[in-house]
């Protein structure tokens, strides 16, 4: 066993409590490379935030479970040496499925983790739900429930419909399964590609596809049965259209790729909405100064050479995230 504790990570209670409290969303980066985790710990730092560094499952069978431990515990370290004298970083499994999983992260060293039981009838995902907090909550790891479904694919999590939480379920559901926090479908959705083109309407000045809003008074409906209580945005990228251009211009094909716009994010931050997921803008923002660095750069072959750029593209839009979007900077 070993505690979070022990690797310098705290978990998510305070830090969305002072977020909500506050009006602003605590950003969760999920990572899985060297140059993601330096990535976020230098834009954290740097704008002094707190910070949600979250794996996956596929994430985790990606890089090595232990492996990323031992990278949550040099993000810590790495944090200090940049100097901050007290980061306040969570390390949280994102949709883990299964109650041995979530045991397995939580006796390994995550802070948080996240039971998702969205896809299981009702009183199966309190069940499950339940099971995990009685277990987390021994060692005083917080646990994100999620009820509603997202549409989209996310590593080995994928469903083609949307099914908005219903407002009237999340008292029962909050107090029955003992959950810290609550994962909410109002319109995001997980992936590059949340919305078909179908479901959008175009910008006639530039030919962009515009998504539909996110649905605000379900939001503000949940807001009024749980005053005060930790709401989680899943699939909350947006997909800069600056990154899906370049990765075109580049040799990439992502025709049609679309996000949430920010201005939606930066008003649902000012909510109980406290941790706003994003993932696919990181791959994005990598992928696309990798690509021009290789047209740009056709004889280097170190990877230090594109990986550098790619960090910096990365760092540069965390930073963004945090200070315009999320509102959580200079909250150490
Ligand atoms: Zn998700």
Redesign the pocket.
């Known amino acids: 066993m070993t505690s979070y504790k022990e690797l310098g990570l705290v978990n998510t209670r305070e830090m969305f409590k002072k977020a909500v409290d506050g009006g602003y969303a605590i950003p969760a980066f999920n990572f899985n490379t060297l140059e993601q985790m330096q990535a976020i710990v230098q834009a954290a730092v740097e704008t002094k935030s707190p910070v949600i560094m979250q794996v996956s499952k596929g994430a985790r069978n990606y890089a090595n479970g232990t492996i990323l431990r031992y990278m949550a515990q040099g993000a810590v370290e790495y944090a200090k040496e940049l100097g901050c004298p007290n980061p306040q970083i969570v390390l949280h499994l994102?949709?883990g499925d299964t109650f041995e999983l979530c045991k397995d992260c939580i006796d390994n060293g995550f802070s948080s983790v996240m039971i998702d039981g969205s896809s299981l009838p009702y009183e199966e995902n309190i069940a499950l739900t339940k099971k995990v907090v009685e277990y987390a909550h021994k060692y005083d790891v917080t646990v994100e429930a999620e009820l509603g479904v997202?549409a989209g694919v996310?590593d080995e999590?994928a469903s083609e419909v949307s099914h908005y939480t219903k407002p009237e379920e999340v008292i029962d559901f909050s107090t029955r399964s003992g959950c810290d926090s609550l994962?909410i479908s109002i319109g995001t959705s997980?992936g590059a590609y949340k919305f078909t083109p179908e479901q959008c309407t175009r910008d006639p000045k530039t030919g962009k596809l515009v998504p539909p809003p996110l649905a605000f008074d379900i939001l503000h409906e949940i807001e009024k049965k749980l005053p005060g209580f930790p709401i989680v945005l899943?699939?909350s990228s947006s997909v800069p259209q600056d990154e899906v251009d370049t990765i075109n211009k580049y040799g990439g094909k992502l025709p049609d790729a679309v996000g949430i716009p920010e201005e939606q994010l930066r008003e649902a931050s000012k909510s109980a909405v406290c941790k706003i997921?994003i993932d696919s803008d990181s791959r994005l923002a990598m992928t696309a100064a990798i690509r021009k660095h290789f047209v740009e750069n056709p004889s280097h072959f170190d990877p230090r050479q594109y990986l550098k750029p790619a960090r910096e593209n990365m760092k540069k839009m965390y930073i963004h995230k945090i200070v315009d979007v999320l509102g959580s900077n200079d909250k150490l």
């Open positions: 994102d949709h997202l996310e999590v994962a997980h899943h699939g997921n």
